[in-house]
């Protein structure tokens, strides 16, 4: 992938666990991404808000404010409604809040089968999909 091409792609990580969240961001950054990390609902909220991402890894149990909520509350907003978000927690898509993917999501993946190579492949091809198909 050509580094210019995610030199400016924003994400935040929006994860309770501090030590996932840091392999996350680590894992990201090293692909050339810039990472924001946000440990609670509300931080999450206002990170997003002040930093428009391109992309916000979004768990749904977190402190404050659910997961659930954050992206309803994103969607309702006129700076949110573009925002890409995946997903990413331990609940089975089944257990999640109904009515995520009408709210608009790239993906649902549950943390325990997600390996660090398969969140990188999973973030590029949402961020670059042309890059991604081509490699």
């Known amino acids: 992938m050509d580094p210019q091409s995610v030199v400016s792609k924003k994400i935040i990580i929006v994860e309770d666990d501090l030590s996932l969240a840091e392999i996350y ?3 990201l950054e090293l692909i050339g991404y810039t990472c924001f990390l946000a440990y609670n609902g509300i931080t999450a909220l206002y990170f997003i808000q002040q930093e428009m991402p391109d992309l916000v890894l979004l768990d749904l149990m977190v402190p404050d404010i659910s997961g659930d909520q954050i ?3 994103i969607r309702k907003s006129s700076w949110g409604q573009d ?3 995946l997903i990413i ?3 089975n ?8 993917r009408d709210l608009g999501i790239e993906d649902y ?3 325990a089968s997600l390996s660090n ?3 990188d492949g999973i973030v590029n091809k949402i ?3 042309a890059q991604a198909q081509a490699a």
Request: charged share 25%; aromatic share 0%; proline share 7%.
């Open 93 to 100: 898509e089944s257990d999640a809040p109904a009515g995520l």
């Open 109 to 111: 993946v549950v943390k």
């Open 89 to 91: 927690s331990n609940l």
């Open 25 to 27: 961001k680590t894992r």
């Open 117 to 119: 190579d398969q969140l």
């Open 83 to 85: 925002i890409k978000v």
């Open 127 to 129: 961020l670059s999909p």
């Open 71 to 73: 992206l309803a509350t």
